[in-house]
């Protein structure tokens, strides 16, 4: 009898172990489970200014917030003897291209020149401390948002260098 008292404390042991260890590991599974994504954008900016033969300068400057795959974002691009083009814009961004070692943006700009406001296609290459928007033949979608004729076909522009977010402010 005394035997069999033992075995019953042992196995009531055993048991109060081993839920107390199935207790823990679920807690700790429920607590490495949720992932939290950060919720908080990531800000880039950059700035080229290019003098020309006239000596009138050309002035292009960017600032993109970054969250996950979505941007916002500011564009403006003020040559020195055309009209500037400036205005807000919002799209995606692609993952990492390994070959080029950068990201594309492609936004959506509500631009603003000559006095006309125009929602248009825009691309954006950027990536090891530059940026540069891609400019090719647009047409009219049909509804009044511009479009590229051939997006494969692009020439990008003035190579923007990374700076401080707040400078950016500063070159207007």
């Known amino acids: 009898m005394c035997y069999n008292v033992s075995m ?26 949720p ?21 009138l300068s050309d002035v292009a400057w960017l600032k993109m917030n970054l969250l996950g795959d979505k941007v916002t974002g500011e564009f403006r691009n003020i040559p020195g003897e055309k009209d500037k083009k400036v205005g807000t814009f919002e799209g995606t961004v692609s993952k990492v291209d390994p070959y080029m070692m950068g990201r594309t943006a492609d936004v959506w700009w509500n631009s603003m020149a000559e006095g006309m406001q125009v929602k248009e296609q825009l691309k954006i290459t950027f990536g090891e ?4 928007a891609g400019y090719g033949e647009m047409v009219d979608r049909g509804d009044g948002v511009y479009v590229y004729k051939n997006p494969d076909q692009l020439t990008y ?16």
């Open 8 to 33: 019953k404390k042992y196995l009531v042991l055993v048991l109060v172990v081993l839920i107390i260890l199935g207790y823990v590991l679920s807690k700790k599974e429920t607590v490495l489970a």
């Open 35 to 55: 992932v939290v994504e950060n919720s908080k954008p990531i800000s880039l900016c950059f700035y080229a200014q290019k003098l020309g033969v006239n000596g």
């Open 129 to 132: 401390g530059n940026a540069q």
């Open 157 to 172: 522009g003035i190579s923007m260098t990374d700076v401080a977010c707040d400078d950016v402010r500063l070159a207007e």
